[in-house]
């Protein structure tokens, strides 16, 4: 979008009347986008400023307008938005109204830390979202510096501080990968504001079983007051866990989006989340997790920028807040925090490390102006252009606007999510680097342990996980002595490290240095991601797979499917073709299941022996046996996304029916943890619901992930996928 050099103080809305004789919605988001840094997300939705001439007009026109008409010029209206401006302290918004951007600006950057606190109830969601594109990113950081939210009755989120979440995640759901993942975090003193893990699987028992075992690690250590614990499912399965194992949950948690619709895709509502805080009774809220792009790569951009659809999701966040805090004191206030995933979802949002970056200064910023205690994970996906050592330049860019946390694995490789981010030496590095320090009450929990000594040192228990582990024996009581112990540690570290968890020990030249092996450890399944990602699915594979009707999406090639995911996701014109014409061959004998074979972004996950084949014969034969009429063909799609699927299912399924209809999608993982995994993305409706058209999204789905030889073997994973099936067409058809 090409911005006009802007007339002597003239406004952003003066600009549209002089464009276009009357305000004109369609500018006025150009102009918004055009203001910020260019990202990838914001070109894709024609919104990104057409060169820096035009980003510096469009900055300009902003910083010359005043709060109280950009409040009055809704970008997008819907129930949120209603939802986040009753939260705005309407008194002081008046009060703000008169100002221009480029005052508040400069008010930020030169007013005590008091004065801002003051105001910050009285800023619109829109208002701060379109102050941060005004600021350079030294600004961004002189600002967050003097904005703080600690959690109440801890140091959280205070000045001078910087916690972790860590993050234990296990590609086959396994408490014991999880626990040890706890004490190898706690033996190099990193891990206080909550233990929480990424579930493979969201059922109930399952998330059940890992929340005891979470919460029982709290309990023993006497740690349960201090922080607690969580299972990132969604937040109506961390409710019944509650329900069914009364006190084992810790906070909830729960990603959000920025507008209705958005959040549909996460199955969540507003009146789901008010209904949701209305049983948050104690000392633990809401843990939520947001993102810029989210919205717009699940369809849902709503012809507005990524910054104000994020400014909005922590609109969110401080009304469900406020739900929590209502009738409370401030310090008896149950926790609430959000967690910025600043670059997880891909190069369709962002790709260079300047980027994430920006990204990561824009939103610290945002949450804090919101009143949030806000955290980052300073992340990368395998393929954006951000390298490991571009990740540590990152990490160092963003520490001086001081967030309130990151997370923390054993390396920078999640070894179920496929991504990087910040491993336990990332914490000890920065907090030797820019003094920071974690919550009182932990740091004086790793001195109890002994791997933090009294004068504020590491002792010689300083990243032995084993000796975490034999003070948790301890704790319980145990009657073995202690070198009995330590070997049952070294044990089952040994049996952790051959499911493919890592499991970090001792440290390099520094404190703060990886140990070499293991250090060379990430780099090899770093390079072993970047071969997979570009690695094409051959014809000669398509060959083996039985009954195979290859097709293809819009790609172009592979790498149009890699950075323009949405080419991904939509069906060429010779695919729909194909699939009707397998449509006409089935008569009136239509299958109850369709397979679909997907290279995703990972094909050797499906090319590796004991991987596809042994899934795809186990699961044909018992789908057959439980009397499931399946299709005698298997689609393979070449270039295809998860949603390629759903389109699929439009085209085969649609019909004026109710009978219910499956499509059981396997597609290759997200490369990185070495384990080459598939997923199987499993959907059921009636014919009626398939027949129309962008009915089908990701909230209609369940997931069956991690499905490899080295992970959630085959024959475990149809015993899984057979169980959600069911329930899927008990609640669908």
């Known amino acids: 979008m090409r911005i006009n050099t802007p007339l002597q103080d003239e406004d952003l809305f003066a600009y549209i009347k002089r464009m276009k004789g009357e305000f004109n919605l369609d500018l006025y988001r150009q102009v918004l986008g055009s203001a910020n840094d260019f990202k990838e997300g914001d070109l894709t939705l024609g919104i990104a400023a057409a ?106 989120g205070s000045k001078g501080y910087l916690s972790a979440r860590v993050q234990p995640n296990s590609p086959t759901d396994n408490p014991e990968d999880i626990i040890w993942q706890v004490f190898d975090a706690w033996s190099y003193g990193v891990g206080d504001l909550v233990l929480g893990t990424n579930p493979v699987s969201s059922e109930v ?53 920025g507008t209705v619709d958005a959040n549909r895709t996460f199955d969540v509502s507003i009146g789901k989340m008010m209904e949701h ?123 001086p606007a001081n967030p309130a946390y990151l997370m923390a694995l054993p390396t920078k490789n999640d070894p179920m999510l496929s991504y990087l981010t910040t491993a336990f030496n990332d914490h000890v590095r920065i907090r030797e680097k820019f003094g920071y320090k974690i919550n009182d009450a932990m740091w004086a929990f790793f001195k109890r342990i002994g791997v933090i000594g009294e004068d504020n040192q590491p002792t010689v228990h300083f990243g032995d996980p084993v000796w975490v582990y034999y003070q948790y024996c301890l704790a319980k009581g145990d009657l073995r002595n202690r070198e009995e112990i330590l070997a049952d540690g070294k044990r089952k570290i040994l049996a952790i490290r051959e499911r493919g968890v890592p499991i970090a020990e001792s440290f390099g030249e520094h404190y703060w240095d990886m140990e070499e092996q293991l250090a060379e450890q990430v780099k090899v399944l770093y390079e072993d991601a970047k071969v997979s990602l570009w690695t094409e699915m051959p014809a000669s594979f398509i060959s083996t797979i ?46 109850e299941i369709q397979l679909v074979i997907s290279d995703g972004l990972n094909v050797r996950a499906l090319m590796d022996t004991g991987h596809l084949d042994e899934y795809l014969e186990t699961l044909s034969a018992r789908l057959k046996a439980q009397g499931y ?44 943890s070495g384990h080459h995994n598939f997923s199987a993305y499993l959907t059921v409706a009636t014919a009626a619901i398939w027949a129309q058209q962008g009915a089908i999204d990701h909230n209609r789905s369940k997931v069956v992930s991690g499905i490899s030889d080295t992970a959630l073997v085959p024959e475990k994973a149809v015993t899984e996928t057979l169980t959600i099936l069911e329930q899927l067409f008990d609640k669908w058809a």
Not at 127 to 148: D, H, T
Request: net charge negative.
């Open 51 to 156: 060169d820096e001439p035009s980003r510096e007009h469009a900055r300009l026109l902003l910083s010359q307008t005043l709060l109280g008409d950009i409040d009055q010029h809704l970008i997008y209206h819907d129930e949120l938005y209603e939802l986040v401006w009753a939260s705005t302290d309407k008194e002081l918004n008046k009060e703000l109204a008169a100002w221009t951007l480029g005052e508040l600006k400069q008010f930020l950057l030169e007013a005590e830390e008091g004065e801002i606190s003051r105001i910050l109830p009285g800023l619109s969601s829109d208002v701060i979202g379109c102050l941060v594109k005004i600021m350079s990113n030294e600004e961004l950081i002189s600002a967050s510096q003097k904005i703080f939210n600690p959690l109440p009755g801890s140091q959280i």
């Open 277 to 399: 805080m209305d049983k948050r009774k104690g000392q633990y809220g809401l843990y939520a997790e947001t993102g810029q792009g989210a919205d717009f790569t699940n369809g849902h951009g709503q012809g507005f920028d990524m910054v104000l659809h994020e400014s909005r999701k922590y609109g969110f966040v401080r009304a469900l807040k406020q739900e929590l805090a209502q009738g409370k004191a401030p310090e008896q206030q149950p926790w609430v925090h959000v967690n910025d995933v600043a670059g997880f979802i891909g190069p369709e949002v962002f790709r260079t490390r300047e980027q994430l970056v920006r990204c990561c200064l824009e939103d610290t910023l945002m949450g804090k102006l919101h009143g949030l205690c806000i955290g980052l994970d300073i992340c990368s996906t395998l393929h954006m252009e951000v390298s490991l050592h571009d990740l540590d330049w990152c990490i160092d860019q963003v520490m």
């Open 205 to 257: 028992e399952s998330v059940a079983r890992i929340e005891a075992a979470l919460y029982e690690l709290l309990l023993s250590f006497g740690l349960e007051k201090t922080m607690p614990n969580c299972v990132l499912s969604h937040i109506d399965v961390q409710s019944a866990v509650e329900q069914q194992q009364p006190g084992s949950t810790g906070i909830w948690f729960q990603s959000l989006a």
């Open 546 to 591: 039985p009954a195979a009707v290859p097709i293809i999406t819009r790609s172009s090639d592979r790498k149009d499917y890699v950075y323009h995911p949405e080419s991904g996701e939509k069906l060429s014109t010779s695919a729909m073709q194909q699939l009707q014409a397998l449509k006409a061959s089935w008569g009136q004998e239509t299958p």
């Open 629 to 672: 009429r399946l299709s005698a063909d298997n689609i393979v799609i070449l270039h295809g996304r998860v949603r390629a699927g759903y389109a699929c299912g439009e085209q085969l399924f649609g019909a004026n029916t109710e009978e219910g209809k499956a499509i059981i999608h396997l597609i290759g993982e997200r490369p990185g």
